[in-house]
């Protein structure tokens, strides 16, 4: 699986759009994008995933670039409660696809 | 519905003590999977099931360390002879999805259970 890089930790005001990057320079054509969050004290949620198009669902929206090297999660209106570590994993389609690699995320702190 | 459910949700053993963690996962749920998740890092994989079928368990540390799923169903992940360095959060996910594409890489987790070792 394709290695991301994503910043160690990032602030956001409460309301306003986190935008929260990740890098995947190395993905290949049949890789898709994941992310995921994981609470203090709990197990990690999924929140959206993505191959090449953008995809948008109630919680974010995942903006690929075009040559999918890179992505972006967007939660649009941050509440106290996003405050979580974010986890951008790329992951094979297909066979041995079930392992989730994640590395140590970017801790999102929402603050009031 | 009910989540993934995980017992007990902190356990502190004696150094070669045997401890069984339980997994109830979401119900119909094919796929089981265990996660190792030591402090400040990222989850690890252990090992998959598909139904009662334990397909993967490449990310096992050690022979001491055992899961089964019998029913396909619970999931118990049973480690022996526990060591300091097993102290982690042991995380259980599952996913109703058995085959490619992105379905199985959609899991839904349990809250975990963190071992202490001492």
């Known amino acids: 699986d394709a290695k991301t890089t994503q910043p160690t930790s990032m602030d956001c005001a409460e309301g306003r759009a986190a935008n929260l990057p990740c890098n995947h320079s190395t993905i290949s054509g049949n890789e898709y994008v994941y992310w995921y969050r994981q609470i203090h004290s709990q197990g990690p949620q999924y929140i959206i995933h993505?191959?090449?198009n953008n995809e948008t669902n109630e919680m974010a929206s995942l903006i690929i670039t075009e040559d999918r090297k890179s992505s972006t999660l967007i939660l649009p209106h941050a509440t106290l409660r996003d405050t979580a570590v974010y986890y951008c994993?790329?992951?094979?389609?297909?066979?041995?696809?079930?392992?989730?690699?994640f590395g140590k995320g970017t801790l999102l702190t929402v603050n009031p | 519905g009910a989540g993934v459910s995980q017992s007990p949700r902190y356990k502190v053993a004696k150094r070669g003590q045997d401890v069984a963690l339980r997994c109830d996962p979401i119900?119909?749920?094919?796929?089981l999977f265990w996660y190792q998740q030591a402090l400040g890092q990222g989850p690890e994989f252990l090992t998959y099931f598909q139904n009662e079928a334990q397909l993967d368990k490449s990310g096992l540390p050690s022979d001491r360390f055992f899961a089964e799923r019998p029913e396909g169903s619970v999931s118990t992940l049973k480690i022996q002879r526990t060591q300091q360095e097993d102290s982690a959060v042991y995380l259980c996910?599952?996913?109703?999805?058995?085959?490619?594409?992105?379905?199985?890489?959609?899991?839904?987790f349990g809250a975990g259970t963190r071992l202490s070792v001492l």
């Open positions: 119900s119909g749920h094919v796929s």
């Open positions: 996910a599952s996913s109703p999805s058995s085959s490619g594409g992105a379905g199985r890489n959609i899991q839904y």
């Open positions: 993505g191959l090449k």
């Open positions: 994993i790329v992951s094979l389609s297909g066979g041995s696809n079930y392992k989730l690699t």
